[in-house]
């Protein structure tokens, strides 16, 4: 049971550049959340999603897109970095009627 | 929507003696007010939680209160150990749906 898992850990990209962040979680959970991590700004919420096919947006979604179609995965797009979204990324869930989020591990993404 | 604050940004303390984290929620729907560790490094993970009809919770050296008239709740760490330093994360949540966080802080326990 490996829990909640982010692919990659790490990525470098130039400004401009596009890349996909993928979450995946096999504890059959329905919600899934993207968040960024910035110093002194907390975890916020990007996208999410309450099941399969669906996804909604979060507090700060601009320059982002998600999606989610097998209930296990939920990947998050950057269509044209910029530098403003270097940041850790997390991924979470969790099942209808739980509170308690599950995190991956994060990926650190870095745009010069 | 939903705004949660949190403070102290950064709390120091020696070995031994207690911390106390406060936050604040905007919403007075919000119904479940979870506290998050995260270790350097790593991910959050959660360590205790309340829910909008209880006023208090403990769990061994960790307590979380609740004032609902106030809009506030708080984080109480007593006989604080080295491997207590971590930032530590407040939310709020109206529904299951998702958690609102606060800004988190950063707690340095010396021996």
């Known amino acids: 049971n490996a829990g909640v898992t982010q692919t990659p850990k790490f990525r470098v990209l130039k400004t401009g550049q596009s890349m996909t962040l993928l979450c995946a979680q096999d504890?059959?959970?329905?919600?899934m959340y993207w968040y960024r991590q910035d110093p002194g700004m907390g975890l916020r919420l990007i996208h999410y999603?309450?099941?399969?096919?669906?996804?909604a947006k979060g507090e700060v979604p601009d320059g982002y897109n998600v999606s989610r179609l097998k209930k296990q995965n939920f990947l998050l797009g950057l269509e044209s970095a910029a530098p403003s979204q270097t940041s850790v990324y997390f991924c979470?869930?969790?099942?209808?009627?739980?509170?308690?989020?599950?995190f991956g591990p994060g990926t650190r993404l870095t745009v010069t | 929507g939903e705004n949660v604050e949190q403070h102290p940004s950064t709390l120091s303390v020696q070995e031994g003696d207690s911390a106390v984290i406060k936050c604040t929620y905007s919403?007075?729907?919000?119904?479940?007010f979870p506290w998050y560790k995260q270790e350097l490094g790593k991910r959050p993970q959660l360590i205790i939680d309340i829910r909008s009809n209880v006023g208090e919770k403990k769990d061994q050296r960790i307590a979380v209160t609740l004032n609902k008239t106030a809009k506030h709740f708080s984080l109480h760490i007593t006989e604080t150990q080295p491997e207590d330093s971590a930032v530590y994360f407040c939310a709020a949540s109206i529904s299951t749906d998702k958690l609102i966080f606060g800004t988190g802080t950063r707690l340095q326990v010396f021996p």
């Open positions: 504890m059959n959970h329905e919600y």
């Open positions: 919403d007075s729907a919000s119904n479940y």
């Open positions: 999603s309450v099941g399969e096919g669906t996804t």
């Open positions: 979470a869930s969790t099942r209808p009627g739980v509170y308690e989020q599950y």
